[in-house]
């Protein structure tokens, strides 16, 4: 009887502590499709928690026909990101639930809000749409 009790005590101990003990958020991934025949390129706007600022950043390179997948490891304390794209036809941004504009240039660029965009040519405003993380912690975009 008291090896029954001193288990059942046991169980109940680390079930607690599992409960209790805080679950390390899982990152954002982001699984950018691009059915298309020309190369899709991506800015994205995301929360970093080591900042604790939104970054915008770009460009990342969707090769046709193809699917790229993106994990910022930096940010799980937001359940959302802003992204837009662009091929030498089309462009996706500012269609979406909330939209935000941020300024981008043709080259790669990083930046804090609060911050200017670094110099660079073709430098203008684009807007970008909010995506929200699935439960699995990934945003799954396809134009």
Known sequence: MRKSVSKILLGLFI????VI???RAEAININMENPY??????????FEDSSN???????????PNSTRKLNFSGSTKKNSVYIHAYTSEASWGGYGTDPIKRTVIKESFKYYDGENCPPGSNRRQVSLDRWY???DGAVYWKP
Not at 15 to 18: G, I, Q, S
């Open 15 to 18: 079930l607690l502590a599992v």
């Open 21 to 23: 003990v805080p679950q």
């Open 37 to 46: 025949s020309d190369t899709i390129w991506t800015a994205i706007v995301y």
């Open 53 to 63: 600022k939104w970054v915008t950043r770009g460009w990342y390179k969707v090769n």
């Open 133 to 135: 993380v699935e439960n």
